[in-house]
């Protein structure tokens, strides 16, 4: 299985060949880049967790000379061009959206933005180190270090796709790093989306007027916090008739409001999407021996500047609102799974750079090996993801020959 990922991702995308676009600022390097990439590559693809697991699987394999060493993999990674990498993930994007392999969201393309916290540790060791005081057992005061980015992937009905991250500095909130996330997503990626869809933090008139000047529609989370617009679309639903519907099992109660003058920033008029929704739900009753049967009601709000459509009024609001829902993505299908099945909270190399290195080229083998599951993978024994990951660790510890074919290139001499 490993060889067959290592071949899909090669044929299709290429990846073994553009990766040798990437350089780092050493000065004589004795190792070309380009091997020192495909190593973290296959690390992440075989899911090795750490730069120590590798070394331990090239000790195993005498590998020694095909592989660099993880202090050299360390310290290129310290000076790795980032926009290299991003080079290399949009070349992926171009092939994946050339070649039909990604698909929109309930009909429109919906670019997801978020904040996430990544690593802590007790040690402050790059520029990026946020600090904060934390009281541990016994009052004991002490101060832990974290580090947190922004992310943005594309959803999508089966897979998201990760387009790119960056990181929110010390000093600074969320929406300052987000709004250059956004700016070089849009630069990058300038037909990869239609909507952008961000929790109650991205209501903000800068991050709607920045949307709008690169042609796109922005959701936000409608929270308490926001009391003009909030009250008005409370009071707006009291007098007037919910949509009621039904998909699959939920029920769905969902007003339509278009409102104006109750977000100064703004100034325009926007349309807040409310929608009160029940699912009834078999669950276990108390004593653990029979079923009882409940219903999970949740309320949701939601503004938005997309323009109310003229045809076909209720086929678009029900899709407006599970694009609204597909939010919830960017929380299961990035974060928490490159977290929990990929170890990208692990610090592979402590410092700046080499902290986004590690991520960026983890979301793009996470891309590929999605892509891979869902349109190459015909066995249908295999029916779990973590079973496919072990499968191609278990490739790759015996295979006689494991490394891709890199081109060559001598490093330019300074
Ligand atoms: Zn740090």
Redesign the pocket.
């Known amino acids: 299985m490993y060889k067959k990922l290592l071949r899909y991702s090669n044929k299709i995308f290429n990846l073994f060949s553009i990766i040798a676009s990437i350089t780092d600022g050493r000065i004589k390097p004795q190792i070309p880049t380009v091997k020192i990439v495909a190593a973290i590559i296959i690390m992440h693809f075989t899911n090795q967790g750490s730069l120590n697991n590798l070394s331990q699987e090239i000790a195993y394999k005498n590998f020694k000379a095909d592989i660099p060493s993880v202090s050299t993999i360390a310290r290129t990674a310290d000076s790795m061009d980032l926009e290299e990498i991003r080079g290399v993930g949009i070349e992926i994007y171009r092939e994946a959206r050339k070649k039909k392999m990604l698909e929109p969201c309930h009909g429109m393309w919906v670019g997801v933005v978020d904040g996430h916290e990544q690593i802590t540790s007790p040690y402050?060791?790059?520029p990026?180190?946020k600090s904060r005081i934390v009281t541990k057992k016994g009052g004991i005061k002490d101060i832990q270090?974290y580090?947190e980015f922004t992310a943005f992937i594309l959803a999508g009905p089966k897979i998201s796709f990760i387009l790119d991250l960056e990181p929110i500095l010390p000093g600074e909130g969320e929406i300052s790093s987000s709004y250059r996330l956004i700016e070089r997503v849009c630069k990058n990626y300038p037909k990869a989306f239609k909507i952008v869809i961000g929790d109650g933090l991205y209501l903000k008139e800068t991050v709607f007027n920045l949307l709008e000047s690169h042609h796109k529609y922005t959701i936000a989370v409608l929270k308490e916090e926001r009391r003009q617009l909030f009250e008005e679309a409370n009071r707006l639903s009291l007098l007037s008739e919910p949509k009621v519907y039904r998909q699959k099992k939920t029920y769905y109660r969902v007003w339509d409001h278009s409102i104006s003058g109750c977000w100064d920033g703004y100034g325009k008029g926007v349309r807040v999407i409310v929608s009160e929704e029940a699912t009834p739900k078999r669950v276990h009753s108390k004593d653990g021996k029979s079923f009882r049967d409940s219903l999970n009601r949740a309320n949701w709000m939601w503004v938005t500047n997309l323009p109310c459509p003229e045809s076909e009024y209720l086929v678009n609001l029900k899709n407006t609102v599970r694009i609204c829902h597909s939010r919830w993505q960017i929380e299961n299908q990035c974060f928490n799974e490159t977290v929990n099945t990929w170890n990208a909270d692990h610090v592979y190399r402590?410092s700046a750079n080499a902290i986004i290195v590690f991520l960026l080229l983890l979301f793009i083998c996470v891309n590929i090996f999605n892509i891979f599951r869902i349109r190459n993978i015909k066995d249908r024994s295999i029916k779990t993801k973590i079973y496919l990951i072990r499968l191609i660790g278990i490739g790759f510890h015996t295979a006689g020959s494991p490394l891709p074919l890199v081109p060559t290139i001598p490093p330019i001499p300074i």
Request: net charge positive; glycine share 0%; charged share 10%.
């Open positions: 402050c060791k790059c990026y180190c270090y580090h402590h």
